[in-house]
């Protein structure tokens, strides 16, 4: 199976400054048809997964424009240009370019 | 409004067998993927379990392949996951996942699986 690494897994922020979440994974998540199936969610308290990013630095519709996906092959990165209070919560990336789909252990954001 | 609903969750001693099923409803559902994606308690999401728009491929994870069954009638726009010989380990929320890319998840099903 494709592992899938984050870093840091836990990452304290002050509001109003950005935030990085790096995700490694094992293998090249290339796929035949030159993408790139690398996505990342984020799990509010108590609520299920959202997809923010799709496609390493596709933005999903409702997904605020502070959040912004980028990396290739190994090594992505999710950053928050500006934390608010409502970001708080944990990130997961996950790879869909190989069966089984993997997700990274997730990194908890707190303030 | 678009919405994935799951249910057939509960309690149940190991070895034993549940039925969970995800209607979906004002969202595209019979040209997509469907997962079962589950979470433990205080740990990451796992995936279990995907199927093809028309059935003719199903995925399962290592964990669950021989026990768990995944199946989709595209008429009632359901999907079911049929669990057998359940485990401890299969505690878990369980949550029905829309297309390759995950872009919506329901609200989960609890499975509890204990003596």
């Given at each position: 199976?494709?592992?899938?690494?984050?870093?840091?897994?836990?990452?304290?922020?002050?509001?109003?400054?950005?935030?990085?979440?790096?995700?490694?994974?094992?293998?090249?998540?290339?796929?035949?048809?030159?993408?790139?199936?690398?996505n990342?969610?984020?799990?509010?308290?108590?609520?299920?997964?959202?997809?923010?990013?799709?496609?390493?630095?596709?933005?999903?519709?409702?997904?605020?424009?502070?959040?912004?996906?980028?990396?290739?092959?190994?090594?992505?990165?999710?950053?928050?240009?500006?934390?608010?209070?409502?970001?708080?919560?944990?990130?997961?990336c996950m790879q869909?370019?190989?069966?089984?789909?993997?997700f990274?252990?997730?990194?908890?954001?707190?303030? | 409004?678009?919405?994935?609903?799951?249910?057939?969750?509960?309690?149940?001693?190991?070895?034993?067998?549940?039925?969970?099923?995800?209607?979906?409803?004002?969202?595209?559902?019979?040209?997509?993927?469907?997962?079962?994606?589950?979470?433990?308690?205080?740990?990451?999401?796992?995936?279990?379990?995907?199927?093809?728009?028309?059935?003719?491929?199903?995925?399962?994870?290592?964990?669950?392949?021989?026990?768990?069954?995944?199946?989709?009638?595209?008429?009632?726009?359901?999907?079911?996951?049929?669990?057998?010989?359940?485990?401890?380990?299969?505690?878990?929320?369980?949550?029905?996942?829309?297309?390759?890319?995950?872009?919506?998840?329901?609200?989960?099903?609890?499975?509890?699986?204990?003596?």
């Open positions: 199976d494709v592992v899938v690494t984050q870093s840091p897994l836990s990452l304290p922020v002050t509001l109003g400054q950005p935030a990085s979440i790096s995700c490694r994974s094992s293998q090249s998540l290339v796929y035949s048809d030159g993408n790139t199936y690398l990342w969610f984020q799990q509010r308290p108590g609520q299920s997964p959202r997809r923010l990013i799709y496609k390493v630095s596709n933005r999903d519709s409702g997904a605020p424009d502070r959040f912004s996906g980028s990396g290739a092959g190994t090594d992505f990165t999710l950053k928050i240009s500006r934390v608010e209070a409502e970001d708080v919560g944990v990130y997961y869909g370019t190989y069966w089984p789909f993997t990274g252990q997730g990194t908890k954001l707190e303030s | 409004e678009e919405q994935l609903v799951e249910s057939g969750g509960g309690l149940v001693q190991p070895g034993g067998s549940l039925r969970l099923s995800c209607v979906a409803s004002g969202i595209t559902f019979s040209p997509v993927w469907m997962h079962w994606v589950r979470q433990g308690p205080g740990k990451g999401p796992v995936w279990v379990s995907g199927i093809k728009s028309d059935g003719s491929i199903t995925k399962y994870a290592d964990s669950v392949k021989g026990r768990f069954t995944i199946s989709r009638d595209n008429a009632k726009n359901t999907l079911y996951l049929q669990m057998n010989s359940l485990r401890v380990e299969d505690t878990a929320v369980y949550y029905c996942v829309r297309t390759i890319g995950m872009d919506v998840w329901g609200q989960g099903t609890t499975v509890t699986v204990s003596s």
